[in-house]
């Protein structure tokens, strides 16, 4: 049962449409800071005459991710019980119930869990032990610098949402001692919205077993928000957009993870547990808290990177050629110029008439089906799209010799029938708006085996120049590189869409150029065709990662290929405790190449073989202590 009392004390006030420009401050190491248009749901209403999503279709769940792997170490952890919290709930029996969860959760995790309820009981405690604050809104002054005192010693600090905002009585204070807490230079009450969500990006120790810029959806009750600096699990729109909690902007931060100079680890939620919308919101909460229990434990965990090759964020350039078939020669001379590969969606029975236009189109790159005839797909029954879905797949290995694995669907309207056919008539992946559920490719389980829906989360040349009516294209430069800048800061994929009667003519084509321009320029990139990018989300996938701990306190992993397909271009992110500089990697007992991240180290694996392994132990120097 949730809370009927606000931390708060404050009139309520009504729905407000948040808009305008945002920023969206959600950077790794190395990444640089840009400013994001809110666009809302514009690039989600793109294609359609009709009133297109206005009609429903139901798409099955996406597979989860795979789960981090995580030393299975025991640790210990005081659960802090606070007398006077419990009296602030309505329901008496609400914050108890919230500490129950709590402690259920810190077991599935490892740890042993003890509870206190005084500052001399947290005092006791020693500095490598985790101590979790959870819901502890009513709190004494001692008890709140007890709290403060465990990090600075060295020990893990969890807490969640109000903690310190009342004083023993419950009287209101404010957020000093949450700020103390934390470190967060501003803390705010968000105010009710339409919906809540929060997004995931990468680059976080909250992050692992996360698809980059996974969204969240929360029921609405009281939540916080923080001001810190760095990467941060943040408040968002529905569309992946960071919405702070008032008119500044840099207070927008859902979860937060700092350290003391001791190298006690600290983490806040601004959240409590349960609060998700639904069954999976919850599953995926419990694993963003599950997240921070383990890193503030100072628990190894690791994870293939999303991107091969240290890359941050991956982009696809692709075109739909409808029609003026010639203009897509243009695009396909550009890419082999800058060496970038183009994914062509053609619809299918039209290509027939330009048999010149195949070779071009299949040098810089791969060719996909926007089906034979451009009929919309969602709603047909299976047995009429598997015949019409096989009719476009056989139409382009006739025109060009090759097989077809990208479905660009008309309207980017599909179903769950669409993702089996297309499956069953051997293609691997569609490029479509996925409701921006994340920025990362997602992969459907169908009869025939998984296939990959890669999202388009960035608007597209119909979005610019037929909706917003823009003139010049510069315009449109300017559009692909705000939503570039938003997937980076997410680390996931930014798909540049156009189309042969849109962007076809010369000024357009160039815009394309100056995208992988700028993106080479900026580095942590990798440009990939849509084939490439869904045959390594599936490697990824199906690759696995296992850890275990080593005497003298080092981790051994070791990363499997998939069974049926090699593992080019992986790195392994490892979290790790202490700072990263106490450890060293080896492979064969001798040291290998790594680089430093904020949280441990990052691993380059040499290419694997269909069901090799690789196998790493990564020491702690004896001369270092934990830290960081």
Not at 561 to 567: G, I, K, T
Request: charged share 20%.
């Amino acid at each position: 049962m949730s809370p009927k009392r606000d931390p708060v004390p404050r009139a309520r006030s009504p729905l407000q449409w948040l808009g305008g420009i945002l920023l969206l401050g959600v950077l790794a190491a190395g990444v640089v800071a840009a400013g994001v248009r809110l666009w809302q749901d514009i690039d989600i209403q793109r294609l359609t005459s009709s009133a297109a999503l206005a009609e429903p279709h139901t798409v099955p769940a996406a597979l989860l991710p795979n789960a981090p792997a995580v030393a299975q170490q025991a640790y210990e952890a005081a659960l802090f019980y606070s007398p006077s919290s419990r009296s602030f709930f309505p329901d008496s029996q609400y914050y108890p119930d919230q500490l129950d969860q709590w402690e259920r959760l810190i077991g599935e995790t490892g740890g042993r869990v003890t509870r206190v309820s005084s500052a001399a009981e947290i005092e006791a405690l020693s500095g490598n032990e985790l101590l979790v604050a959870a819901s502890a809104v009513c709190l004494r002054r001692e008890e709140v610098t007890a709290l403060r005192n465990h990090a600075e010693r060295g020990g893990g600090l969890l807490v969640t949402w109000a903690a310190g905002a009342r004083d023993s009585n419950c009287e209101w204070l404010g957020w000093h001692a949450l700020r103390t807490l934390t470190g967060a230079a501003e803390i705010r009450e968000l105010r009710q919205r339409e919906a809540l969500y929060f997004t995931v990006p990468a680059g976080t120790p909250l992050s692992l077993g996360f698809d980059p810029g996974t969204r969240v959806e929360l029921r609405y009750e009281s939540q916080l928000a923080a001001a810190t600096d760095g990467p941060r699990t943040y408040w968002s729109d529905w569309a992946l957009n960071a919405t702070p909690a008032d008119a500044n902007d840099a207070v927008h931060a859902a979860a937060t993870t700092g350290w003391t100079e001791s190298g006690g680890r600290i983490v806040w939620f601004g959240f409590r547990l349960g609060h998700g919308a639904r069954p999976e919101d919850n599953q995926r909460m419990s694993l963003l808290l599950s997240n921070g229990l383990r890193w503030a434990a100072q628990i190894p965990m690791a994870e293939i990177t999303a991107w091969p090759g240290g890359s941050r964020s991956a982009l696809m350039i692709s075109q739909d050629v409808e029609s003026q078939f010639g203009n897509a020669v243009a695009l396909a001379d550009l890419a082999r110029r800058k060496s970038a590969r183009v994914s062509f969606f053609v619809v299918s029975q039209m290509a027939l008439d330009f048999p010149e236009v195949a070779d071009s189109l299949k040098l810089a790159g791969e060719i996909g089906s926007q089906t034979s005839d451009h009929t919309i797909l969602a709603g047909l029954a299976y047995n009429d799209l598997r015949p019409r879905l096989g009719r476009s797949w056989a139409e382009i290995r006739g025109w060009t010799g090759d097989s077809a694995y990208g479905l660009h669907p008309p309207e980017e309207r599909f179903d769950e029938n669409t993702l089996r056919a297309w499956r069953e008539v051997g293609g691997t992946y569609l490029l479509a708006v996925n409701e921006s559920r994340t920025a990362s490719p997602e992969v459907f389980a169908t009869p025939a085996g998984e296939i990959v829906l890669l999202p388009r989360i960035l608007k597209d040349d119909y979005n610019v120049f037929v909706q917003e009516g823009a003139l010049r294209s510069m315009r449109l430069t300017e559009a692909y590189l705000e939503g570039m800048a938003k997937a980076r800061a997410l680390g996931g994929l930014a798909v540049i869409s156009t189309r042969s009667q849109v962007g076809g003519v010369p000024s357009r084509v160039r815009v394309v150029g100056e995208v992988i321009d700028s993106a080479r320029a900026t580095g942590g990139w990798w440009i990939a065709s849509g084939r490439d990018i869904s045959d390594w989300w599936l490697a990824r996938r199906e690759s696995g990662v296992q850890m275990r701990g080593t005497v003298g306190g080092g981790v051994e992993i070791t990363v499997t290929a998939p069974m049926n397909s090699a593992l080019a271009g992986a790195w392994l992110e490892i979290i790790l405790p202490g700072l990263p500089q106490n450890w060293l990697p080896t492979a064969n007992g001798q040291p290998i190449q790594y680089f430093e991240s904020d949280w441990g180290i990052r691993i380059p694996i040499e290419q694997l073989l269909a069901g090799e392994e690789a196998a790493f132990v990564v020491l702690r120097e004896a001369s270092q202590t934990s830290g960081g």
